[in-house]
């Protein structure tokens, strides 16, 4: 874990924004009438082959156009770090809304995937700027593509046909790319989502039948088939977790992160029984749907025990607020070797919104002690930096994290609390919340008289750290560790983070980008909400 004080814990600040505006000349007159509404980003992806160091590139994926951009470290807050070097133009009439990377397995130049309301996947060559090829097969709308973990040539594509087809991109397979499909009947309506487990073995799907499902899925031969694999029934399926449709489902490790239409929370979760350690099961291993009224089906946890009462576990809600009766509305996770999981998402009202997971358990241990360090000194708890005490005292004392706010009352001079008073106040002090200064974030350990607390905080700071650290309800609302906002009616879409997670891009209505950026000394302009 690193030091309290460690850049590691800093979360991105919005360091710049453009907008692509030419998305609607190439439309229909009937179409340009509602230019405003087209004009939208809907999916965005960093590039995730580069070697470490390398400039990030990122493609950001419009009804008519995927805009290829790159980022670089600037030297002053006026320069975009953002430049445009590939732009591809579908001249097809229908609108696309996904995108996934890939790379040539000779050439190993960048490939785009992209499709949408045709029910093709079209690959370019983003080097080039050409088509490359086309995958034909399903029977309706891409409203998501993934890229495996695992391959760069094997990518996932979530129709509204309610299945799920993954696809190889390998020269062996180009007479018959889709290698296997997942469907069945066990999704009733248009799949929104699709994600990979990091072993590539697994796939989460997700739509509008609120149903979640997972699938193992068998090996693929490296040879030519004449037909693909298909996959009935999922290993584990679940009505039960969301109220509504959900439009986004992604892996956190085995654990297990969706969100719904309406509920305003992105939902922490496992499958009782799942491990990715233990060897995967087969198709005929998934469980068959004899009682139309089970809700959840697990082959992890085929039956209920004393000790396994439920067969997937509700851990955390993060809160969303302000997300109305939008969707198609996708949060990303950051993960990299040695860094911090940082989840990241964008609401309907132009607020984005960052939880730093590491901070979870840090929380836990510095409160852990907190409460240890009271009972060993008399009821009184010592943070280090506290006026008062001797200097052996203050050694011994714990080191508060950087990101835990304090609120203070506000000290209000004598003759304002007069003028309050004769005016029917009652004088009491507010209370604001403010970032520590000194680099060490330390904090007076005399308990606050007034807050009939014994920890050296007051009741109001105490709830605050609850509020956006505290884990152990998972039905209650975690708030986010930042939110920032920005002008002009944003409606947030995609979140995608660079492989290194110093760049984080959104993307939403209006054709709008904004960039947000870690350990960087020039600043954007956004207004700092949490």
Not at 98 to 116: F, H, K, M, N, Y
Not at 141 to 164: F, K, R, V
Request: net charge negative; charged share 20%; with cysteine.
């Amino acid at each position: 874990m690193p030091a309290a004080d460690s850049a590691e814990w800093e979360l991105p600040k919005l360091r710049a924004s453009f907008l692509f505006q030419d998305d609607f000349k190439y439309l229909s007159s009937d179409d340009q009438q509602a230019s405003q509404d087209l004009a939208e980003f809907f999916d965005v992806k960093f590039y995730p082959y580069n070697p470490p160091g390398a400039p990030p590139v990122f493609a950001a994926t419009s009804k008519k156009h995927a805009v290829i951009c790159r980022l670089t470290q600037t030297t002053d807050k006026d320069t975009n770090p953002c430049e445009i070097i590939q732009l591809i133009r579908d001249d097809s009439d229908d609108a696309n809304c996904a995108s996934c990377w890939s790379r040539d397995p000779v050439t190993q130049e960048p490939w785009l995937c992209i499709a949408g309301n045709d029910s093709n996947v079209k690959v370019y060559n983003v080097k080039q700027g050409r088509l490359v090829k086309t995958l034909v097969g399903h029977g309706g709308g891409i409203n998501d593509l993934a890229t495996s973990p695992d391959s760069p040539l094997i990518i996932a594509s979530a129709s509204d046909d309610t299945t799920i087809r993954i696809w190889s991109l390998a020269p062996a397979h180009d007479k018959q790319p889709c290698v296997c499909i997942l469907g069945g009947e066990s999704h009733s309506y248009d799949l929104l989502s699709v994600a990979f487990h990091d072993n590539g073995r697994y796939v989460l799907s997700a739509g509008h039948d609120q149903v979640i499902n997972l699938w193992a899925l068998p090996e693929f031969s490296a040879e030519h088939v004449d037909v693909p694999a298909v996959l009935i029934h999922p290993h584990f399926s679940s009505s039960e977790v969301h109220n509504n449709l959900v439009d986004c489902v992604a892996f956190h490790g085995d654990l297990i992160l969706s969100r719904a239409c309406h509920e305003d929370t992105i939902v922490l979760w496992r499958i009782e029984g799942f491990s990715s350690a233990d060897p995967i099961p087969g198709p005929l291993d998934a469980p068959t749907p004899t009682d139309m009224a089970k809700q959840t089906l697990s082959y992890f946890a085929p039956t209920l025990s004393h000790d396994r009462p439920a067969m997937f576990t509700r851990l955390a809600q993060f809160h969303t607020p302000d997300c109305g009766v939008q969707f198609f509305m996708r949060f990303r996770v950051f993960h990299g070797p040695g860094r911090h999981p940082i989840l990241a998402f964008a609401n309907a009202k132009s607020k984005t919104f960052f939880w730093d997971f590491a901070r979870f358990g840090s929380y836990r241990e510095f409160m852990r002690e907190l409460k240890e360090a009271q009972l060993k000194v008399g009821g009184v708890s010592r943070v280090a930096g506290g006026g008062g005490g001797s200097a052996g005292a203050d050694e011994n004392a714990m080191a508060k994290p950087s990101w835990l706010m304090v609120k203070r009352a506000k000290k209000t001079p004598a003759n304002a609390v007069a003028a309050h008073a004769a005016a029917g106040g009652d004088g009491t002090s507010s209370l604001r919340s403010f970032a520590l200064a000194d680099k060490d974030s330390m904090v007076s350990a005399s308990p606050d008289p007034e807050s009939g607390t014994s920890l050296g905080y007051s009741r109001e700071t105490l709830q605050a750290w609850a509020e956006m650290y505290d884990l152990s309800n998972p039905v209650g609302h975690v708030k986010a560790h930042r939110i920032l906002g920005v002008d002009g009616g944003f409606v947030g879409r995609q979140v995608g983070w660079s492989p290194e997670g110093k760049w984080c891009v959104v993307v939403g209505n209006g054709n709008r980008a904004l960039i947000y950026q870690r350990w960087g000394k020039e600043r954007g302009v956004a207004t700092v909400i949490a």
